[in-house]
């Protein structure tokens, strides 16, 4: 019982695996590219997720420091992202990725 | 370099140049560029009579001698044979010098007569090109001074010659005739090339000076029948050049070529070359040799003075008597009278080419008529052509007063003397044919003169169909003439550039002109500065084992030295004077010679002490011969006392047989002829089935393999390749369509491998 009141490490790790698989889910069934962004931020703050739990439950701080660099980087990323998305849109015309499949030549 | 030698390399070369302007810009030139032809042939005979001036006239020395050479091709140091050079060069001596301004002469005078004879023709240009390359050839034999330029410009003269009697080469005739010419003159030819080889192999040179300076050392290795062998191989050089029996066949064909050609090749030139040649390597040829030059040459006079007497074409007539006329010579250099021989030659040159091209402008005038038969009173017609022809002719019948008296008395003075020595029954045929065919010489020729020029024109009594005949013969020819019928037309004299030549020509037909003594040649300028050479081979006595006994011991001590300095022409006046029947020098040679080795010197000494003893009869004999074959000539053509056609018929088994020309062609056409067809008949069958029979049978094996080869290509080789070619592609085919070019499915594929490889780790952790 005890197991299902107290908020342990395996609780983090399962909601950070649901991310993850919701991220990756978005990423791989979405045609707009703004929903695949979103879907790589969702895995990103999955990792995040996981990082503070092993944090916490080990009692040093690397993780928390690793979680607050990737804050950052994902905040770039999604600017960059954003800007490629917006130069494909100019280029393409549309933001559907099924569409855009001038990498097979 | 001597001027001289410098001069008469120019006098060589001109003629070249003349050849090579006309062949490749006639068509361009004003006249077709016969003046190029006529004008660079009166330089060179300008030049030619200045050395001649120089040789003959100034220096007036039997020895003079000046030569020169230069290294044409060395190669090397060849082995067993040791160092190889081919030189080349040039020397002038009198024979040299007198035989170039002959040469030069009746050339030029050729050239300006066919300038008038062949205007029109369609060739025109090439005409006068041929002539100059022919005159080019001749004069190239003359000064050489080894055997294998000689050999060189030989060939150049049977080219030249075929060039120019298949002129007309149209006429089947006339490219039949320049075929037999040619290959007449080849079988001499391999005989003359043979000799060449003998003399190479035991010498290494082909010069006449180191020649016979080594013969005069006896370094001849090989037997003395081997001398006489190869002294007979060259000699069969002017057999084919000279048309001595059996290869005379070619001349009288020959007759086919332009008039003016046949009076340049059938005169002066490449008749001459053979005994040219022959007077050239005199010094060289053994006793035995000369018994069988002698030999052909008297039979070869006989033979063709006895054809000559029933000919009826004007040319053919002249044609065997040159035949038998160069007999004479080839006979005289086989008796060893050398300077008699030599000097027929000359005086025959002139008046030969002046009976050619008067019977030319007789044709000519005639319209492209050529038999006698139908000839007749030309003489008030054409008196120039008469006066000349009839003095040519009074000096190849060998009157008196003119220059064939002179020297064929010297030859047949030889042919006695010779016979004396030699002391054998058989040898007196020689002098006896020579005499004989003395008198048939003025026999055809009153003949040929009566026919021609007296009684009345015999044009109306030909057959028409005839005519015809000839009046296409004509059209083929000389399109110029062809539309006048020559009855419409009289016969006219011809113009002077035809004209001139036989006055020069008939003039140099004169006595004076070689000797002041009307009876004598040997008092003129020619025999003293032709002087006989000293033989530079004593035969060996083949029964002692001797090689080369008599060259140690020469005829005279002043000969000796000059011989083996290579210097063949005698050095003294002494000589000289031998050569001039001379006889007290000559009996002390046979003296000095008779202690000695050699049988062929004393034997020579012999012959000219005879010749001198012999002259006289022989101007006795000769003279009642001339006066005999003239009169009988008058008898039966003139009196009419006997009617040829009834002797013809009376004898009608000589007659045809002398008509027929011995039947030599129809000999050779079953014999050598007809050998050759069977022989080209095997060798084609041969040809057929066994060589083609091999070269199929290997065909179709080849192709029986290719085939396997083909398949196998196909099959194997190309399964190869092409199932590679296919697995790569089908591959290729599949993994495409992993390409998809969408993030996604990449995406997709990268989730897939790394689910794939923690499957694969854990599965791996847990074993």
């Known amino acids: 019982m005890e197991q299902l009141t107290t908020i342990g490490l395996n609780h983090y790790l399962t909601i950070s695996a649901f991310l993850l698989g919701f991220g990756l889910f978005a990423v791989v069934t979405r045609k707009n590219a703004i929903v695949i962004l979103m879907g790589v931020e969702l895995i990103l703050n999955a990792a995040n997720i996981n990082f503070l739990a092993f944090s916490k439950y080990n009692g040093e701080m690397q993780g928390a420091m690793f979680s607050l660099f990737i804050i950052v980087i994902a905040a770039a990323e999604a600017a960059i992202a954003l800007a490629i998305v917006i130069n494909i849109f100019k280029i393409f015309k549309s933001v559907d990725v099924s569409s855009i499949d001038s990498l097979k030549e | ?767």
């Open chain 2, 1 to 767: 370099m001597h001027s001289l030698i410098q001069l008469s390399i120019v006098v060589l070369l001109l003629p070249l140049l003349s050849f090579v302007i006309l062949i490749f810009f006639n068509r361009k030139l004003p006249r077709r560029g016969d003046f190029v032809g006529v004008g660079i042939l009166g330089s060179a005979f300008a030049i030619s009579a200045y050395i001649f001036w120089q040789v003959v006239v100034q220096a007036y020395d039997p020895a003079f001698r000046i030569a020169w050479d230069f290294t044409w091709m060395d190669l090397g140091n060849v082995p067993g044979v040791g160092s190889l050079q081919i030189k080349m060069g040039v020397v002038i001596d009198n024979l040299t010098s007198i035989m170039l301004a002959m040469v030069t002469l009746i050339s030029l005078l050729v050239h300006l007569y066919s300038t008038g004879y062949m205007a029109g023709d369609k060739n025109y240009g090439r005409y006068f090109a041929f002539l100059g390359i022919f005159t080019f050839s001749m004069l190239g034999i003359v000064l050489s001074d080894n055997l294998f330029s000689i050999y060189i410009f030989w060939e150049l003269v049977g080219l030249s010659s075929y060039l120019l009697i298949g002129f007309f080469f149209e006429k089947q005739s006339a490219a039949d005739a320049q075929k037999k010419a040619f290959l007449a003159n080849r079988v001499g030819d391999i005989g003359m090339w043979l000799g060449i080889l003998i003399l190479y192999s035991q010498f290494h040179t082909f010069s006449f000076a180191e020649i016979y300076a080594n013969l005069a050392a006896g370094k001849f290795g090989l037997s003395n029948a081997w001398l006489t062998a190869a002294g007979i191989l060259l000699f069969m050089g002017c057999v084919g050049k000279s048309a001595q029996f059996p290869l005379h066949v070619w001349l009288p064909d020959a007759m086919e070529g332009p008039t003016p050609v046949s009076a340049l090749i059938h005169a002066a030139t490449m008749v001459a070359a053979g005994v040219y040649f022959v007077a050239r390597i005199f010094v060289l040829l053994t006793a035995d040799a000369l018994h069988v030059i002698a030999f052909i040459g008297a039979f070869t006079a006989f033979m063709a003075a006895t054809i000559a007497i029933t000919q009826h074409d004007i040319k053919r007539v002249l044609a065997y008597s040159t035949v038998s006329q160069l007999g004479y010579m080839v006979l005289g250099l086989g008796v060893g009278a050398y300077s008699a021989a030599l000097f027929h030659l000359v005086t025959h040159a002139f008046f030969k080419a002046c009976l050619f091209l008067g019977s030319g402008a007789i044709i000519h005038a005639m319209h492209h008529e050529q038999d006698m038969r139908w000839m007749g009173g030309l003489r008030k017609n054409m008196p120039w052509t008469f006066a000349t022809f009839t003095l040519a002719t009074l000096a190849l019948a060998g009157l008196p007063l003119t220059s064939g008296f002179l020297s064929k008395d010297a030859i047949l003075a030889g042919a006695i003397g010779f016979a004396n020595v030699e002391g054998g029954g058989i040898f007196y045929l020689i002098p006896l044919l020579g005499f004989f065919s003395a008198m048939l010489t003025a026999f055809y020729m009153g003949r040929q003169i009566w026919l021609v020029f007296f009684g009345e024109s015999r044009t109306h009594l030909k057959p028409v169909e005839e005519d015809n005949h000839a009046g296409h013969h004509a059209h083929a020819s000389h399109d110029a003439h062809s539309d006048d019928h020559h009855e419409e037309h009289g016969v006219h004299e011809v113009s002077w550039n035809m004209r001139a030549p036989l006055v020069i020509l008939a003039a140099l037909s004169v006595f004076f002109v070689y000797s002041p003594d009307p009876l004598d040649g040997g008092k003129g300028w020619f025999m003293k500065m032709i002087p006989t050479p000293p033989t530079v081979v004593g035969a060996a006595n083949p029964q002692k084992g001797a090689m080369l006994a008599g060259v140690t011991a020469p005829l005279h001590a002043e000969a000796a030295s000059p011989a083996v300095h290579g210097e063949v022409a005698p050095a003294s006046e002494h000589d000289a004077a031998v050569a001039t029947h001379g006889g007290a020098t000559a009996a002390g040679a046979h003296g000095e010679a008779k202690g000695g080795h050699s049988y062929s010197d004393p034997r020579q000494a012999e012959v000219v002490h005879a010749g001198h003893a012999a002259h006289y009869t022989a101007i006795y004999i000769s003279s009642v011969m001339v006066v005999l074959g003239l009169s009988l000539a008058l008898i039966v053509y003139v009196f009419g006392i006997i009617d040829p056609d009834k002797t013809a018929l009376a004898i009608r088994p000589l007659y045809l047989f002398s008509l027929n020309k011995w039947y030599w062609d129809e000999i050779y056409e079953a014999t050598f002829i007809k050998g050759s067809m069977v022989l080209a008949r095997i060798l084609t069958w041969f040809d057929i089935n066994v060589v083609d029979g091999i070269v199929n049978g290997v065909a179709t094996l080849v192709r029986k393999f290719a085939f396997l080869n083909n398949s196998f290509d196909k099959y194997v080789v190309d399964g190869a390749v092409n199932f590679t070619a296919f697995t790569v592609n089908t591959t290729g085919a599949v993994l495409r369509k992993l390409q998809t070019g969408k993030v996604q499915s990449y995406v997709v594929m990268l989730l897939v491998l790394v689910f794939g490889y923690f499957v694969f780790y854990f599965t791996r952790l847990i074993h």
